[in-house]
Nanobody, 127 residues
Framework: QVQLVESGGGLAQPAGSLRLSCAAT????????MGWFRQAPGKEREFVGS????????YFADSVKGRFTISRENAKNMMYLQMTSLKPEDTALYYC????????????????????WGQGTQVTVSS
């Protein structure tokens, strides 16, 4: 069964940091670009960033560029989102997602390019 499970969310103070994890099972993880999205209450799901199958390339939304990094450990079927300099507007439910097709460009900002989603982990940034 193809499954993604996020963890690591919680409460952080502005300018603080959090690290999210995504555990993947049921597919050849190393074959796929993976992505992170987020959704705040009353807003549409928003692309955060994506990482190439090898982990050698990443691509980010302008809103998080320079503050967030994505990494992966293919041997462990794990992906991570390191968030720094957090802002209240980063508050959202964060999802990891698997791309529909194998390989390809790391530039995958559209939700329709992903076919499997985790259940989400809540990140709240507040003092």
């Amino acid at each position: 069964q193809v499954q993604l499970v996020e963890s690591g969310g919680g409460l952080a103070q502005p300018a603080g940091s959090l690290r999210l994890s995504c555990a993947a099972t049921g597919f050849t993880f190393s074959n796929h670009v993976m992505g992170w999205f987020r959704q705040a209450p009353g807003k549409e799901r928003e692309f955060v960033g994506s990482i190439s199958w090898s982990g050698g390339s990443t691509y980010f939304a302008d809103s998080v560029k320079g503050r967030f990094t994505i990494s992966r450990e293919n041997a462990k079927n794990m992906m991570y989102l390191q968030m720094t300099s957090l802002k209240p507007e980063d508050t959202a439910l964060y999802y990891c997602a698997k791309t529909r097709n194998r390989g390809g460009s790391v530039v995958k900002p559209f939700w329709s390019e992903y076919d499997v989603w985790g259940q989400g982990t809540q990140v709240t940034v507040s003092s």
